[in-house]
């Protein structure tokens, strides 16, 4: 937890504030972001802009995940700044998809910590993001940079319509299915076949917002067995179904 006497802009003008955050812009793999309590951003690193696509950071103070995502992905980010603010509890290396300005798909490892006044009121919240195809090091120094679970990670984002099977993958990274488990549960709290399940429907998300494929068309590209499967699946992971996801955008 952030113990701050003051509101989110003067935080920021604090010297020891700026000193870190300067330090920050020197961590080329590590996003960097502080919000306040509106879950506005009132400050990013340059890694962060450069994955945004953004130059300047006037770009994106003052604005929201709303404003870059579409509403699904956005509401669960907002979420989860909330619920660290609310129960002041920090979320620690929770997996989260995102896409970059050209819509990319990417795994992140995302961590988030309060920012309270000394009355105990939430100011806002301060978070990094990682990618999780560059691994990051466990409690006790055990780093998983290098493992079988992040070169399946790497493989399943760069082709989530892929055909693959979760044997096939344990085979091929050279492990058994039960040591990938291990791995990918203690990366990123989840198992491989639902990472690869929430990989095929971010994935779609992405070309519903930026093709006019059909839905059948993605069911089928994406590997479920009908149509219906997709939608329960999209809907059960992002909280709405495809059409209306699709509708929503263009209402946008």
């Known amino acids: 937890m952030i113990n701050a006497p003051h509101s989110p802009p003067e935080i920021l003008d604090h010297p020891v504030t700026i000193s870190l955050l300067k330090l920050f812009d020197h961590l080329d793999e590590v996003c960097f972001f502080i919000k306040d309590d509106e879950s506005r951003f009132l400050h990013v690193n340059q890694t962060l ?15 929201t995940d709303h404003e870059r995502y579409p509403a699904p992905v956005a509401d669960q980010l907002a979420k989860g700044d909330r619920e660290v603010m609310e129960t002041g509890a920090p979320l620690i290396e929770h997996a989260e998809v995102l896409f970059d300005h050209q819509g990319k798909l990417e795994w992140f490892s995302t961590s988030k ?102 839905i059948v068309s993605l069911a089928e590209k994406y590997g479920f067995c009908d149509q219906s499967s997709f939608t329960r699946q999209f809907r059960r992971l992002l909280g709405i179904t495809p059409a209306r996801y699709r509708k929503r955008l263009h209402e946008g």
């Not at 945004?52 to 003052?62: F, K, P, Y």
């Not at 082709?159 to 791995?183: C, D, T, Y």
């Open 49 to 63: 802009l450069l994955r945004l696509g953004l130059r300047d950071a006037r770009e994106i103070l003052g604005t």
């Open 113 to 214: 910590y309060p920012i309270v006044a000394s009355q105990g009121t939430a100011l806002g919240v301060a978070g990094i993001t990682r990618s999780l195809s560059k691994g990051f090091s466990q409690a006790g120094g055990r780093s998983l940079a290098n493992s079988a679970a992040t070169q399946v990670i790497d493989w399943i984002s760069e082709n989530p319509s892929g055909r693959f099977r979760v044997r096939e993958l344990a085979r091929r990274s050279g492990i058994s299915e039960r040591q990938l488990h291990r791995q990918f549960i203690d990366l990123v709290k989840m198992t491989p076949s639902e990472f690869l399940l929430r990989s095929r429907v971010h994935a779609a998300a992405a070309d519903l917002r930026y093709s006019d494929e059909t």
